[in-house]
């Protein structure tokens, strides 16, 4: 059987011998809790991991060591413990990893309210307040605009919050939100750089969960850490 899309992690090296790596449906349904769950997450990443009650807001918080802040309501996790394996799950939101030379690590769940919410931002200072300085970030599969048709009021709230290039249409010529677009501009007004992009539609890969295309509660994750 030839390998679909998603069949493999996307795997990334950040600065600080970071790692971070997206799932898709190859690698299960990572939501959730129990055995069988736990056994999915451990085959992606074997170190405990730190999953956070997602919310779509832009609180951060901080885990002390492997697993530490789990179930924490919050959508950003920062560390500087090695083995600890910090993760958000998504189906179309954006993930967003980053990391810097110092060590700091730092994952965050934006979809278009935590974007506005300043989620990413917040991460951003949340490593530096722990001693980054140059943060590289990495950007996950998530809902692009081919998929997104977008209310005028909203987008128009987003371009204002974010700038005009998160403006796009779909693939039926709606207008649409361009996520990926959003993050990275979030990106550089954090003053991080951004060095890697999955550039996968989460809603017409065919490989991962998407929220838009059918209210699935299963979820792919990224996940970052530091060996
Ligand atoms: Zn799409």
Request: proline share 14%; hydrophobic share 20%; charged share 15%.
């Given at each position: 059987m030839a390998a679909g899309v998603g069949s493999h992690p996307v795997d990334w090296e950040l600065a600080g011998g970071v790692r971070v790596r997206s799932t898709g449906w190859a690698q299960g349904d990572l939501a959730g809790s129990g055995p069988t769950v736990d056994a999915r997450r451990r085959a992606v990443v074997d170190l405990p991991w730190t999953i956070l009650q997602q919310v779509h807001g832009a609180r951060v918080v901080i885990a002390?060591?492997?697993?530490?802040?789990?179930?924490?309501?919050?959508d950003g996790a920062v560390t500087t413990a090695t083995g600890a394996a910090i993760a958000v799950l998504t189906a179309d939101c954006a993930p967003v990893a980053l990391a810097s030379p110092e060590g700091v690590l730092g994952v965050a769940h934006a979809g278009w309210r935590g974007l506005r919410a300043g989620v990413i931002e917040s991460t951003v200072q949340a490593m530096r307040r722990l001693g980054a300085t140059k943060v590289e970030a990495v950007l996950g599969p998530c809902i692009h605009p081919c998929c997104y048709p977008f209310g005028e009021d909203d987008l128009a709230g987003m371009a204002s919050r974010l700038?005009?290039?998160v403006r796009s249409v779909d693939s039926g010529g709606r207008p649409a939100l361009d996520l990926p677009a959003g993050v990275r501009s979030a990106l550089h007004a954090a003053g991080a750089t951004f060095v890697g992009d999955a550039s996968v539609c989460t809603s017409c890969s065919g490989g991962h969960w998407s929220w838009r295309s059918d209210q699935t509660p299963r979820r792919q994750a990224t996940v970052v850490w530091r060996p």
């Open positions: 002390e060591g492997p697993g530490g802040a789990s179930g924490e309501a919050a700038g005009p290039q």
